[in-house]
T-cell receptor
Framework: DAGVIQSPRHEVTEMGQEVTLRCKPI?????LFWYRQTMMRGLELLIY????????DSGMPEDRFSAKMPNASFSTLKIQPSEPRDSAVYFC????????????FGPGTRLLVL | SQQGEEDPQALSIQEGENATMNCSYK?????LQWYRQNSGRGLVHLIL?????REKHSGRLRVTLDTSKKSSSLLITASRAADTASYFC??????????FGDGTTLTVKP
């Protein structure tokens, strides 16, 4: 299996621009998680889905952030408009629904907002 | 504050020595997991210990869990330079999501 796939791996954009991060979970995994990692705040759970349905989005910082999972093999995290404080590494992870115990992380997207 | 908090924040040892990291948490858990993150990479799952288990081994890793103290420890024996990474504990509750601590940065000097 290819593992969790994220794209792009690096993104540099200017403040105010829309940013879309993409994730393909491991085939057969029914839970998908979006995390943000910064030096100041560590690893934060933004949102997670079960069977394509958002279960907990309490970690989404504000309305500028939105996430979708239109099918079992694809999810997006969108930031509109982006701000410099959104600069971070964004990770996607997936796990099987039955346990949600072991999460398999993607390589991350390193976002820099200028 | 975080459900899981690692201690120490940073640890530097010589190759061949053992490394011990601790994790404390606040609420009842179903299980606790340890992950490793190499610089610039995603997290990799190392080991899971359930709330009814007290100790678990995997290769050079030994994890203990004390639910009465709400704490866990990760021991890496005979450390290698390749063990240099950040180590995170994550707690899983009935809510179904894992909560990660801030991590311990381990440096193993050759």
């Amino acid at each position: 299996d290819a593992g969790v796939i994220q794209s792009p791996r690096h993104e540099v954009t200017e403040m105010g621009q829309e940013v879309t991060l993409r994730c393909k979970p491991i085939s057969g995994h029914n839970s998908l998680f979006w995390y943000r990692q910064t030096m100041m705040r560590g690893l934060e759970l933004l949102i997670y889905f079960n069977n394509n349905v958002p279960i907990d989005d309490s970690g989404m910082p504000e309305d500028r952030f939105s996430a979708k999972m239109p099918n079992a093999s694809f999810s997006t995290l969108k930031i509109q408009p982006s701000e410099p404080r959104d600069s971070a590494v964004y990770f996607c992870a997936s796990s099987t629904t039955a346990t949600q115990e072991t999460q398999y992380f993607g390589p991350g997207t390193r976002l820099l907002v200028l | 504050s975080q459900q899981g908090e690692e201690d120490p924040q940073a640890l530097s040892i010589q190759e061949g020595e053992n490394a011990t990291m601790n994790c404390s948490y606040k609420t009842s858990i179903n299980n606790l997991q340890w992950y490793r993150q190499n610089s610039g990479r995603g997290l990799v799952h190392l080991i899971l210990i359930r709330s009814n288990e007290r100790e678990k081994h995997s290769g050079r890793l030994r994890v203990t869990l004390d639910t009465s103290k709400k704490s866990s420890s990760l021991l890496i024996t005979a450390s290698r330079a390749a063990d240099t990474a950040s180590y995170f504990c994550a707690t899983n509750t009935n809510a179904g999501k894992s909560t990660f601590g801030d991590g311990t940065t381990l440096t193993v000097k050759p």
